[in-house]
């Protein structure tokens, strides 16, 4: 089992900054890709940013240069580090991280319970 407990989030003014963090704790369980998405009212949820146990990023065309996403792998750590951020960035953000269990060698895929991201005009 993951479980994923996230952090951060709030409301902000346009042009502001907010950090989200999400740590995970696994029981026979490896971590692969950490991973950051947000679905604001009306529309479908969508991947803000990802990083592998590799530290490979991506990242939505619309967050480019002024998103950041981390990971500390020793501690299951994610960190999304947003500034600049404008109205449109509003949603609820959800921490995602795709595990492998190493007692059944199959894949899953984890969320964290959504934390709020308010923008201000």
């Known amino acids: 089992q993951v479980q994923l407990v996230e952090s951060g989030g709030g409301l902000v003014q346009a042009g502001g900054s907010l950090r989200l963090s999400c740590a995970a704790s696994?029981?026979?369980?490896?971590?692969?890709?950490m991973g950051w998405y947000r679905q604001a009212p009306g529309k479908q949820r969508e991947l803000v940013a990802s990083i592998t146990n590799g530290g490979s990023t991506e990242y939505a065309d619309s967050v480019k240069g002024r998103f950041t996403i981390s990971r500390d792998n020793a501690k299951n750590t994610v960190v999304l580090q947003m500034n600049n951020l404008k109205p449109e960035d509003a949603a609820v953000y959800y921490c995602?991280?795709?595990?492998?269990?190493?007692?059944?060698?199959?894949?899953?895929?984890?969320w964290g319970q959504g934390t709020q991201v308010t923008v201000s005009s």
């Open positions: 995602n991280a795709k595990a492998l269990s190493i007692t059944t060698w199959a894949n899953y895929n984890y």
């Open positions: 696994a029981i026979n369980f490896k971590i692969d890709t």
